[in-house]
């Protein structure tokens, strides 16, 4: 298979597998007892074609995840808002990565973190009411939790794959 043909049939793997994701987590009742927190399971795919496939591979299939679930498990504002949080959380990861200062759990945390801040935004903006900033150190915690979760189980799967994948 030509190298072409086999980047987009990865690409194509990994956007497949970033739905898979988002599908789960749809189905995951829990909140974790603060609304509009979650996991971010597809997360680790984007953090895991970061550091595999590159920038604009990584940044490709995040936007069409985001789409894709949106308009399958969610509607219009779940796109806004995960359009939002998602480039700003890949913009400072990517930022951070390229430093090479920083370690993937410390790239993973400040995305989680960057994710929230840019959802709370694109919320404040669309209820046009700054005091939705109020709730951002909840979201905070919940993004350094979850940024960490993510992190390591993106470092676990990062250390198990084959060298060409």
Known sequence: MNRHKRKTAYMG???????ICSYIESLIPVSFG???????LANIVVILMLYRAGIKEALAVSVMRI???GFLFGNLFSILYGLTGG??????????????RFHILAVSMVGGVAHNLGQVAAAAAV???????????????????????????????LSRLPADG
């Not at 603060?34 to 971010?40: F, Y």
């Open 67 to 69: 789409l894709l679930a």
């Open 127 to 157: 209820v046009e009411n700054l005091n939705l900033f109020f709730y951002f150190p909840v979201l905070l915690l919940a993004g350094l939790a979850a940024g960490a979760v993510i992190g390591i189980i993106a470092q676990e799967v």
């Open 13 to 19: 793997l990994y956007l497949a597998l970033a739905l």
């Open 34 to 40: 603060i609304p509009g927190v979650k996991l971010g």
């Open 87 to 100: 480039l700003l959380s890949f913009v400072c990861m990517v930022f951070l990565k390229r430093t090479k």
